[in-house]
DNA sequence: AACAAAAACAAACGATCGTTTGGTACAATT
DNA sequence: AATTGTACCAAACGATCGTTTGTTTTTGTT
């Protein structure tokens, strides 16, 4: 699969791609798509702004290689953190952590993720949201996996549970006391004591 | 209170400020703030693009307009249907679809608080702030006087919800079987029961 | 009818946007 | 050492951005 064409060769050791990915994921997370400019991403990794059209042939392509970074830094933490685990209600747990750590604190790439929307991008909105879609299946399995009551709905628990972790983006205060992992602790028990009533 | 100086006089009978906002609302809602520039919004109207510093000073003065009035929207829709119930499950149920229904189905005013951050804006995310503090303190009300568990954690419960809420405008389907009140009752009621265990 | 405020038009300002084009230095291969 | 593709620089393109300024039309008031 890595074998390369007779025409193409290694990358240069002193390539910067990686740093602008790093610079576009901390700006897309931070002042979202629109209002970042290639101006500044490249001013961030003392570049010209012309240069970046050397890596991606437009902006929109930037970002979805920062959203496929994401998917992968995000879910890689999630499967981890489950694998750890036994019990369904663990697993899932571990993960909600994982997901928490990684959007609040870890990573811009998870960032941009929540932060950036498909439809903000309408020339990429169908790959973005396959690269949701892809992040989202493992907690599709996790919840799959857990002994519910027969009334309950799967999908709703699913979406409910998603919904606070991704919002909490927006009220999480890093200098209080709750941690990722408190959090997480305490969506999924609320979710699972309503499966003893 | 509506004594009116003796320099200023009333509003003419065609005062398009209303249609302005209409419009700034549905544009802001579905592109978001950055991506939506004047010009759409004056051309949405059928104005010049100057016009509209007649009613506002700047762009950022039009988005607050905004949500000062998707607040209100969403603020009352909750409150009044909260009044219609007794029982505190009851009047935060009610609220819930309530809110569903303002974000999903019937104001883009409501949409706008949702889909453009505070921190997208940053010359006036103070006041954006604000202005949600406000459409969450009925929520935070509703919660307090919920019979809880005394290890619940009211905050916790909120926020869960709140987020859920939120969240669902990025998966929500209209053409589907789920409707705003029925997904209302599912989210309140798997919090309910998990008072319950 | 006369006047003043309201609500726009008309036209442009400088700034910034994403992007292109042509050239150049350097590192990896031969 | 010669060569070739990599990874950038340098400079600019037209388009669009938020906004300003001066003027005109329309409306409510007197």
Redesign the interface.
């Known amino acids: 699969m890595t074998a390369k064409l007779s025409t193409a060769r290694a990358p240069r050791a002193d390539n910067r791609l990686p740093a602008v990915l790093d610079a576009a994921a901390r700006l897309f997370a ?3 798509y ?2 970042t400019s290639m101006r500044d991403i490249a001013e961030a990794v003392d570049m010209l702004p012309g240069s970046l059209y050397y890596h991606f042939a437009a902006k929109e392509d930037l970002l979805v290689a920062v959203y496929e970074a994401g998917v992968r830094a995000i879910a890689d933490a999630a499967q981890a953190a489950a694998g750890r685990e036994k019990e369904p209600w663990a697993r899932l747990e571990a993960a909600c952590a994982a997901h928490l750590e990684a959007v609040l604190q870890r990573s811009d790439y998870a960032q941009v993720l929540i932060r950036v ?1 498909p ?2 991008v309408p020339a990429v909105a169908v790959r973005l949201r396959a690269l949701r879609r892809q992040y989202e299946r493992v907690f599709r399995e996790l919840v799959g996996a857990l002994p519910l009551a027969a009334r309950a ?1 799967r999908k ?2 699913r ?10 983006r ?2 999480f205060d890093p200098e209080g006391s709750e941690t990722p992992k408190s ?1 997480a602790r ?2 999924v ?9």
Do not use: H, I, P, Y
Not at 159 to 168: K, T, V
Not at 189 to 197: I, M, P, V, W
């Open positions: 931070g002042r979202g629109s209002a929307l439809q903000d709905e709703v628990l979406l409910m549970l998603l919904g606070a972790l991704n919002w909490s927006f009220w959090l305490k969506f028990t609320l979710l699972k004591e309503s499966q003893n009533a």
